[in-house]
């Protein structure tokens, strides 16, 4: 029996839709694909995803504008994300067209499943890739397989927009030259231990600092982190360590030619996190998600904009951010990939 959403009231969770885009490797080659009402699979209890976590993900939404067409937002990129995780595990790429088409044949498949513009909610796309084959010594697979599954999704943290607290990790994300950059299930297996002690302690989420000197700001578990600063500019970290977040990159976009703002990307020391006036998380999941307050130890920091308000500049962001990816503010060339119904 097909599942019934609440569009309003959806969780950001995982739920079976009806149909998934299943590829194979095998003998050197990928094959063509096809779609699937299988939502289980069935590998080796010896894969290399099992034993050595030999698999990258991504995620990206396709949204109902308010003129009932449905959007997948810059999606080119996510591939070449894609690309760069899988080559960084050893895992062959799948061919970049065939990656678009087979996401446009997935949302397509499950339209009906894409969320009433109204509701705000969003079809989230999961592409994952991971070898299947047997294999004890540490060595790539023979085999592999890519999945685009969907599903219907809210808000990541919170109802909305609504300022979270974050705790500064005792742990650290990722090495200076590892694999921070890319979007592996490791990185988010090692960050599972540190998220349930954030959370047993009220916090939204975990804030992780460079591992070199732990005096720098890299990101948080899930998301990229940006500020505002008390003239106005738009300040995010760089670092070869943090994942490349197309929601951060759009922004930077959106600040600089939308809202005229003054963009720094640079390293961002902890010490001065405390002079900034907002504070936001961002990415596909977390869309905008202000930060009220930063706990490191004994160190409180409370941004102006408190934990009830949003700041008018995040909110801005957001405000025009949504509106590209539904359609109701002009969107910059090719970022936008239209699914016909
Ligand atoms: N950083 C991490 C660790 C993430 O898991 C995500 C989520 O994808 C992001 C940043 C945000 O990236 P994007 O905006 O491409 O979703
Ligand atoms: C995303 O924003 O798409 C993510 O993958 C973050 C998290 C759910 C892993």
């Not at 289980?40 to 009932?68: L, M, N, P, W």
């Not at 922004?251 to 003054?262: F, G, I, T």
């Not at 869309?287 to 700041?311: H, N, W």
Request: hydrophobic share 35%; charged share 25%.
């Amino acid at each position: 029996m097909e599942k019934k959403y609440d569009w309003s009231n959806l969780p950001f969770d995982y739920s079976v839709t009806p149909w998934r885009f299943i590829a194979k490797y095998k003998d050197g080659a990928w094959d063509d694909g096809t779609l699937s009402d299988d939502p289980v699979c069935h590998i080796s209890e010896c894969s290399t995803v099992i034993q050595y976590s030999q698999t990258c993900f991504d995620g990206f939404k396709a949204y109902r504008t308010k003129d009932d067409k449905v959007v997948i937002f810059r999606m080119d990129l996510n591939e070449e994300r894609f690309e760069n995780s899988s080559k960084r595990l050893g895992i062959p790429v799948f061919p970049k067209e065939k990656f678009m088409e087979a996401v446009i044949q997935v949302v397509k498949a499950n339209i009906d499943l894409v969320p009433p513009y109204e509701s705000g909610a969003t079809l989230y796309v999961r592409p994952v890739v991971y070898g299947t084959s047997a294999c004890l010594g540490v060595h790539p697979a023979e085999e592999y397989e890519l999945r685009i599954f969907v599903m219907p999704v809210g808000s990541y943290y919170s109802d909305g927009i609504k300022p979270i607290s974050l705790c500064v990790s005792d742990y650290d994300r990722a090495a200076p030259r590892g694999t921070g950059d890319i979007k592996s299930g490791l990185n988010y297996a090692m960050s599972l231990y540190a998220g349930l002690l954030a959370h047993e302690a009220g916090f939204a989420e975990n804030l992780y600092l460079d591992p070199a000197t732990r005096t720098k700001v890299e990101e948080a578990g899930g998301a990229n982190i940006l500020f505002i600063t008390k003239d106005g500019k738009f300040v995010t970290p760089k670092s070869t360590s943090i994942l490349p977040s197309v929601t951060r990159r759009s922004l930077v976009y959106v600040a600089q030619h939308y809202l005229n703002m003054e963009v720094e990307e640079r390293t961002v020391l902890f010490d001065e996190v405390e002079s900034f006036e907002e504070c936001s998380l961002c990415g596909t999941a977390a869309v905008l998600s202000p930060v009220g307050r930063i706990v490191a130890g004994d160190k409180e920091i409370l941004f102006p904009t408190g934990m009830q308000t949003v700041g008018p500049v995040v909110k801005k962001l957001y405000d025009t951010l949504i509106g590209i990816q539904r359609g109701t503010i002009p969107a910059p060339d090719g970022w936008l990939f239209e699914v016909e119904g």
